[in-house]
């Protein structure tokens, strides 16, 4: 009998793979350390990055200062040309169902008919009913057709200048005293027709102001400070042209497909009277309907400041 153990032996004390034992784990594979990691292209450090800003906002902010532009020089505008009651009168605006003139015609016409006829300056003024336009919304606190003193007209005058620049106010009370306003009369007017049917698009109102002055030097020289004053604020553009009145000047604001709203100024004069008109509207303004209604305004006055 041998005396070497069979690997089958039992008293080995060595567990065969057919025993029910737990066998020996299986020993842990080698760990093989990791290179260092090399950072991404875009993971290396430098200076912060600055966030990516989009044109937008400065487009946004270009846009608003251009707007806030042309919105002081239309006041100004508005300063320097008189506009007593300077009044955009929209659509919404109207106490009225929908459809309905923005006021009542019919009830102006009645009110026209029962006032005395207007004499001096206020009779240059074109009358209500002529060329189909009518009673316009008031000027101001003054209502659609007012007379004021030389005293009440240049206190007026000095009053719109409020919220200007001090340097270019102080500019126009001197120039608004060199004008020496005998009396001024006003009158506001809306196409009649436009209004009785509906017709938002075509609407526009006209405010025009008759200052009679002194002299005639006194009037060119007025007219001329304001078509100068406007001309030299390089927003506006120059508007149409008035048949037969080769010393009227109009002004339009820079065209913007985004503004729902449009302004005209002219300026004018016959004999010693200074004519000044403003125009609103829906935009495209109605500039050759408003400019027929200037040169009715100028026709009506012959020299010295008559009516005809």
Same mark, same amino acid.
């Given at each position: 009998?041998?005396? *070497? ?13 057919? *025993? ?44 608003? &200062? ?14 320097? !040309? @008189?506009?007593? &009651? ?19 015609? *019919? ?13 001096? !300056? ?34 007026? %005058? ?33 196409? @009649? ?58 002004? !339009? ?39 027929? !209604?200037? %040169? ?13």
């Amino acid at each position: 009998m041998s005396d *070497d153990p069979t690997p089958a032996d039992a008293s080995s004390g060595e567990p065969s793979p057919t *025993d029910g034992g737990a066998a020996d784990p299986a020993p842990a594979p080698e760990t093989v350390p990791e290179p260092d990691a090399v950072p991404e292209p875009d993971a290396v450090p430098g200076p912060a990055a600055e966030p990516a800003t989009e044109p937008a906002p400065t487009k946004k902010r270009l846009r608003r &200062g251009r707007i806030a532009a042309v919105a002081g020089s239309v006041l100004l505008a508005a300063a320097v !040309l @008189g506009g007593a &009651g300077h009044t955009v009168v929209t659509v919404e605006n109207a106490d009225r169902d929908p459809g309905a003139p923005t006021w009542d015609i *019919d009830e102006a016409e009645a009110a026209e008919e029962k006032k005395a006829a207007p004499t001096g !300056l206020a009779a240059m003024l074109v009358p209500y009913g002529a060329k189909g336009y009518e009673r316009g919304p008031d000027l101001g606190t003054f209502g659609a057709d007012a007379v004021l003193s030389g005293e009440q007209a240049t206190a007026l %005058r000095k009053e719109r200048l409020q919220g200007i620049p001090r340097t270019q106010r102080k500019q126009l009370e001197k120039a608004i005293d060199r004008q020496r306003i005998a009396g001024l009369a006003m009158r506001s007017y809306v196409p @009649g027709d436009t209004v009785r049917w509906g017709l938002p698009e075509d609407v526009f109102t006209m405010s025009i102001e008759l200052a009679q002055m002194e002299n005639r030097s006194a009037v060119r020289e007025a007219a001329r400070f304001q078509s100068e004053f406007l001309d030299a604020v390089d927003v506006f553009r120059d508007g149409p042209k008035i048949k037969g009145h080769k010393n009227a000047h109009c002004f !339009l604001p820079p065209k913007d497909d985004e503004v729902a709203l449009d302004t005209m100024y002219c300026v004018a004069h016959v004999g010693n009277v200074l004519v000044t008109a403003i125009a609103d509207g829906a935009a495209p303004l109605k500039t050759k309907e408003a400019a027929m !209604l200037l %040169r009715e305004q100028l026709d009506r006055i012959t020299e010295p400041g008559e009516s005809v």
